[in-house]
């Protein structure tokens, strides 16, 4: 099994032809009078589901003390669906979720209500004060490096080898040079220019004593794919994604440094929709991508999730 390329959804769609022999029309014929594609298909989220499923077993058998990070938005949602479908209903790791405090209402009754439900061993850590962090970083980017100093503390505290993290690719240019296993140093530190080569799926799961693997499932997915497979398997979601007013959140972090983005899509069907034509990027409501080059990628050379 390798891993699927990062090219989008729609692109796939738009040159998958049907198998021999298939009555299927063309994909071209597929597309509507708005010139619009239909959501992903089923196959190709099973594709993605089972390509993630096989990273969550992978670190699983080869990691001795693992973690999931729930930051509770769409894509570690996705994430807690995925694990309790690999080890078949139930998360066999803790969910850690770094609170840095400033979460919105909505993200905080959600985390208590399905925390429970899902039968999660949650543990919830604090992060140190906005005082105790880098003064010369921008002033999103040192909020949110607040989590990275309380993410450390908690590898400290709790000794994890592994954590399983929900990036994507297409999220980020900083992202997209990740790795599905990608070795962290001792301080929790990410070498941007040692990643290890990963071919035919053989991971590097052996982290240097004191240090830790990032481990990154949903590498390969894309926003949409988020949507759709939501959608598909009727997992629950934060309201804050749906248009209230003409605005919604696609990226939700901490409340002051997080804004909506102009939308109607009232459901998950207009969201795709919505991503079809649309080329404002996914956090452009996150302050933290609207400050200087370089900030995103201090914080996640220095650990930021």
Known sequence: MHLLDNESTIARLRRADPPKGSSAAPMSSQISSNGRLPPPTMDHLDALEAQSIYIFREAFARLKKLALLWSLGKDSNVMIWLARKAFFGRVPFPALHVDTGKKFAEMYAFRDRYGKEWELDLKIEPC??????????????????????????????????????????????????????????????????????????????????????????????????????????????????????????????????????????????????????????????????????????????????
């Not at 929900?166 to 599905?180: L, P, Q, S």
């Not at 069907?269 to 409501?285: F, H, K, M, Q």
């Not at 201090?298 to 650990?303: E, K, Q, T």
């Open 128 to 305: 140190p004060l906005l005082e105790t962090i880098d003064p010369t970083l921008p002033p999103a980017a040192r909020s949110a490096a607040r989590k990275t100093e309380g993410l450390k503390l908690a590898l400290a505290k709790y000794g994890f080898d592994g954590l399983i993290a929900g990036i994507r690719r297409d999220e980020e240019a900083t992202r997209a040079k990740e790795r599905v296993f990608s070795p962290r140093g001792t301080e929790g530190g990410w070498d941007v220019r040692d990643q290890p080569p990963e071919f035919w799926d053989q991971f590097n799961a052996s982290p240097p004593p004191g240090a830790h693997l990032r481990i990154h499932p949903i590498l390969h997915w894309t926003e949409a794919d988020i949507w759709a497979y939501t959608q598909r398997e009727n997992i629950p979601i934060i309201p804050l994604y749906l248009a209230k007013d003409g605005k919604r959140y696609r990226s939700l972090g901490d409340q002051d440094i997080t804004n909506p983005v102009a939308s109607t899509a009232s459901n998950i069907e207009e969201i795709l929709i919505e991503l079809d034509g649309t080329r404002v990027p996914e956090r452009a409501g996150r302050a933290l991508d609207h400050e200087t080059e370089d900030a995103f990628e201090r914080l996640r050379v220095a650990g930021y999730l």
